[in-house]
């Protein structure tokens, strides 16, 4: 037998007599496993059931798979912040700057295929199945708000006129006053929404555990820990600036086109969101939600999402 499949024998070999395994066994397994297939691999057909439309209206597809589509792009960005949350203790610069330069790649492509949400649907069509899907809204996506939590300190989280105020308290002090108490209230008695009421009870308790647990591993917490010539590295630095702006304006810019095209009429807002207030509330420029505001300079900061 060539000497090459020999080597890489002995390899397989000391591999599984590593972990105590038989390695004949495992040979013989190899001569009846199937060949992988792409459509097993991606689970293409397993995946091709997952959108469930509750109308028979046409463009409902649209607006399930491209909510679908953000999640995984949301659950790729957990992956790499999950990543470098791991690495905290011995991370180099450049780990850290590549993986965060991907989750700007993720989100760069999600601002720039919102359009699919603007323009891709009719208006009409969207009134429609909109009204069929209440209580729902992308407002409850969990993912949406891990990636904040591992992105930043939690107090950057806390809704800004409290923000000050609550800095040095504990993470469950500041929880109750997360920033996204201040949406999905309702626009007519400032009372929550079911749409908040839900997602709180879903997740309220596994967010908070993730806020705790991210006290030492977040971005920011990462990124002050490093020594003072890493700190200076510059593209570092227009890696965590980029993705301030991405996920804290590009994205949320893009998204409140959407809310505006669909739910905006001259007088009065369409009902369909439960009559949140969602124009107070989702154009950056209010929220003013900032991961790092020490690498942005005054003007930039005076001037958040307004560009
Ligand atoms: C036509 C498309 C869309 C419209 C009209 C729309 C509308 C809205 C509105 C009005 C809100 C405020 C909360 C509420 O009243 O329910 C909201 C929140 C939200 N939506 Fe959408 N949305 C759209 C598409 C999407 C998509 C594709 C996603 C992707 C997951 C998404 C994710 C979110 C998130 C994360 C929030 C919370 C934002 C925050 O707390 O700052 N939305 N949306």
Not at 136 to 160: D, H, P
Request: proline share 3%; charged share 25%.
């Amino acid at each position: 037998m060539d000497n090459e499949v020999v080597d890489l024998i002995n390899k397989i070999k000391e591999k599984y007599a590593a972990q105590g395994q038989n390695f004949k066994s495992y040979l013989e397994g190899l001569l009846y496993q199937d060949y992988t297939h792409y459509w097993d691999y991606i689970a293409v057909d397993s995946l091709l059931t997952l959108q469930k439309p509750k109308t028979l209206i046409p463009d409902e597809m649209i607006f399930i798979i491209y909510h679908q589509i953000t999640e995984l792009y949301f659950k790729l960005s957990l992956h790499e912040l999950e990543q470098i949350a791991s690495a905290k203790n011995n991370i180099s610069v450049q780990f850290f700057t590549d993986r965060v330069r991907r989750i700007n790649a993720y989100f760069k492509n999600l601002a720039n295929s919102f359009e699919i949400m603007v323009d891709g649907m009719e208006p009409e069509q969207f009134l429609k199945f909109r009204m069929s899907l209440l209580p729902a809204s992308g407002f409850q996506s969990a993912q949406y708000r891990m990636i904040e939590m591992y992105a930043t300190s939690f107090e950057r989280l806390v809704a800004k006129d409290k923000r000050e105020e609550l800095k040095d308290k504990s993470i469950e002090e500041q929880f109750k006053y997360i920033y996204w108490q201040a949406g999905a209230t309702e626009t007519d008695t400032g009372n929550k929404t079911l749409t908040l009421t839900k997602f709180e009870q879903k997740y309220g308790d596994e967010l908070l555990r993730l806020a705790k647990t991210n006290k030492a591993c977040n971005l920011w917490a990462i990124y002050e820990s490093l020594n003072e010539t890493d700190k200076q590295n510059q593209d570092l630095i227009a890696e965590l600036r980029n993705l301030d702006l991405n996920v804290n304006v590009n994205w949320p810019l893009m998204h409140y086109k959407s809310a505006v095209k669909y739910l905006q009429k001259p007088k009065e807002d369409v009902a369909a969101t439960g009559g949140t207030n969602w124009q107070k509330y989702l154009p950056p420029r209010f929220q003013l939600r900032i991961f790092y505001p020490e690498l942005f300079t005054q003007d930039e900061l005076t001037n958040w999402g307004k560009f």
